[in-house]
């Protein structure tokens, strides 16, 4: 049942109905619009237009269909109903439960407040259930890099063997990712706990209801300012959208860096069978596809973002139909995000670190050049020409075949004379890594003050 056909004396084509109704979709809101539905009887109680015993009803019938949905969320879609949105189906069915008294419940009320109260208040919950997701990546990563502070690797740029790092370090770095995540998804939060419920079509409701109160009752912050922004506003939705890029693409990194890692060149680590799968031809794969999937997904939530974007650019004031497309985007986005983040959190349980490979891999590459530059530095050379010196010993090195801790001192000192015997134990990995004592750096002590404050923030010490 359309709730506007008034106006209009003939059908709408059904290629129309098809094209502009919204339920397939915005069954999702099933519960937001019921649990606003309550709100919003109460509120007209407080202005006339309801007696008590009416609300009562009507929240009685509200509460039965809210049982009925928890019960079956997919019904909506199952009873294969005619109703254009979610909001003409909660408003059938409740007629159908209390009969005409269903009919006076969207006094004052348009569907542009509605779904704009209904979304917000989506967007609210699955806020909440992300930022759990993110913590359980957090203490996952960190249980992982307690496990592994011991475990030297090397550390890239340009994929470039460049200095020794440990893997713990990794794991922290994208902690540091995931909290900036979990931060952003918070300041949002706060932006869009605001109600626009009480706002009607676009100018505002003409009964003079308390929206503050509607507001506290809904579980918001306050009330919105202004009625035309507050059924047009969707910076909640490009917020939201913008987190789960950005986290993305975090997620895609930390999956593109595992994937090399697993890989037969690298060697650094081994996945579950948990997390990887077999080809149909050759017996002797294990395949990387929940890392894969994860960087594949980015793609789709990047898409939703941009065309959230494009939507909404030439948008005049207040309401228009092109608002529709700010679901199917959101929500594929939300669930695409929330599954890689479990999917994540799954594929560090169980994953070994290969430390003989690691270490192996840290001592080639001439990790230790920037430690003889820096040795030459602390015995009065310039930096500019130790960088020199150094990258004429790794020449050296490179033509022999050896690290720079196997060349003879003598060799060493053809390049400069100032080179001693103490060379040798700095050119050492843990020496490399001891080194980097301030904060943020892979020294052991920094290394692991870092995974204690990571513990204590995240609340993983009782």
């Given at each position: 049942m359309a709730l506007w056909g008034g106006r209009f004396s003939q059908e709408a084509d059904q290629r129309f109905k098809q094209?502009?109704?919204?339920?397939?979709f915005d069954f999702r809101l099933a519960q937001q619009d019921i649990f606003g539905s309550v709100a919003w009887s109460k509120a007209l109680v407080t202005v006339g237009v309801l007696s008590q015993d009416e609300q009562a009803q009507l929240e009685q019938a509200l509460n039965e269909l809210s049982e009925e949905v928890t019960a079956n969320p997919h019904s909506i879609l199952i009873l294969q109903s005619d109703a254009e949105d979610i909001h003409s189906w909660v408003e059938s069915k409740l007629i159908a439960k209390v009969g005409d008294l269903?009919?006076?419940?969207?006094?004052?009320?348009?569907?542009?407040?509605?779904?704009?109260?209904?979304?917000?208040?989506?967007?609210?919950?699955?806020?909440?259930?992300?930022?759990?997701?993110?913590v359980e990546l957090q203490k996952a990563l960190v249980i992982t890099a307690e496990q592994n502070q011991n475990a030297v690797m090397p550390g890239y740029t340009h994929l470039q063997r460049a200095q020794p790092v440990t893997f713990a370090h990794w794991c922290l770095a994208y902690n540091e990712m995931l909290a900036r995540d979990e931060s952003r998804l918070a300041d949002a939060l706060k932006r869009l706990d605001v109600s626009p419920l009480g706002c009607g079509a676009l100018a505002g409701t003409a009964y003079d209801i308390d929206r503050e109160q509607l507001a506290g009752w809904l579980g918001f912050a306050s009330a919105t300012n202004n009625s035309l922004d507050s059924v047009s506003d969707r910076d909640h939705v490009l917020e939201i959208l913008s987190s789960a890029a950005i986290g993305m693409v975090h997620l895609s990194r930390f999956a593109e860096d595992l994937i090399f890692f697993n890989s037969g060149e690298a060697g650094f680590i081994e996945l579950s069978d948990k997390v990887t799968s077999?080809?149909?031809?050759?017996?002797?794969?294990?395949?990387?596809?929940?890392?894969?999937?994860?960087?594949g997904?980015?793609?789709?939530?990047?898409?939703?973002l941009t065309g959230m974007m494009m939507t909404l650019k030439g948008l005049p004031l207040a309401y228009n139909k092109d608002m529709q497309e700010d679901k199917e985007g959101l929500f594929d986005a939300v669930d695409t995000w929330s599954d890689c983040l479990h999917m994540a959190t799954l594929v560090l349980d169980g994953?070994?670190?290969?430390?003989?490979?690691?270490?192996?891999?840290?001592k080639q590459g001439y990790a230790n050049a920037t430690e003889l530059a820096d040795y030459l530095v602390a015995k009065g050379v310039p930096f500019?020409?130790?960088?020199?010196?150094?990258?004429?010993?790794?020449?050296?090195?490179?033509?022999?075949?050896?690290?720079?801790?196997?060349?003879?001192?003598?060799?060493?000192?053809?390049?400069?004379?100032?080179i001693m015997i103490d060379v040798y134990d700095i050119l050492s990995l843990q020496s490399c890594l001891d080194k980097r004592l301030a904060k943020g750096g892979v020294s052991q002590?920094?290394?692991?003050?870092?995974?204690?404050?990571?513990?204590?923030?995240?609340?993983?010490?009782?």
């Open positions: 094209f502009n109704d919204s339920l397939r269903g009919k006076k419940l969207h006094t004052g009320r348009s569907r542009n407040d509605q779904v704009a109260t209904d979304l917000k208040l989506w967007c609210k919950e699955e806020v909440i259930h992300l930022r759990q997701a993110i077999g080809s149909s031809l050759m017996p002797q794969k294990k395949n990387p596809d929940a890392l894969e999937l994860i960087r997904k980015c793609g789709r939530v990047q898409g939703a994953i070994q670190i290969r430390r003989p490979r690691c270490e192996e891999a840290a500019r020409e130790a960088h020199h010196i150094v990258g004429e010993v790794v020449v050296c090195a490179i033509e022999q075949g050896k690290a720079i801790e196997e060349l003879p001192l003598s060799e060493l000192q053809m390049f400069n004379s100032k002590k920094q290394v692991a003050y870092a995974i204690a404050k990571a513990k204590e923030v995240l609340d993983m010490n009782k």
